[in-house]
């Protein structure tokens, strides 16, 4: 199966968070989200906003990634209406069956 560009710009940066480049991960998923809308563009910010989260967390901005993360709840809120299952699958799963044996991409949860 022959992956889209914006399948591999998204498992980049899904990569990139996995391997704690933060910074480096919002710029892959900014690409996406530039052109994206609706609520695969509402997905790809809170994908961003917590990439941002990490990198203020790094610099000891705990305040900052605090706001972020009610900015991320705000937005998990919104997509309270849409079908998260066929978002997942749609861009995450399966960008990834081919090149981690069915694995799901590790994001970290945040508490």
Not at 55 to 80: C, N, Y
């Amino acid at each position: 199966m022959k992956q889209s560009k914006e399948q591999k710009t998204l498992e980049e940066g899904i990569r990139l968070f996995n391997a704690g480049k933060h910074y480096e991960s919002h710029e892959e998923f900014e690409l996406i989200w530039l052109t994206a809308s609706g609520d695969k563009k509402l997905f790809l910010r809170i994908l961003m906003l917590l990439a941002a989260v990490e990198v203020h967390k790094t610099h000891a901005r705990f305040e900052t990634a605090r706001r972020g993360l009610v900015k991320i709840k705000k937005k998990i809120d919104d997509l309270s209406e849409m079908n998260l299952y066929h978002l997942r699958k749609e861009h995450l799963t399966n960008c990834y069956i081919e090149s981690h044996q069915g694995q799901t991409p590790v994001i970290p949860h945040q508490d």
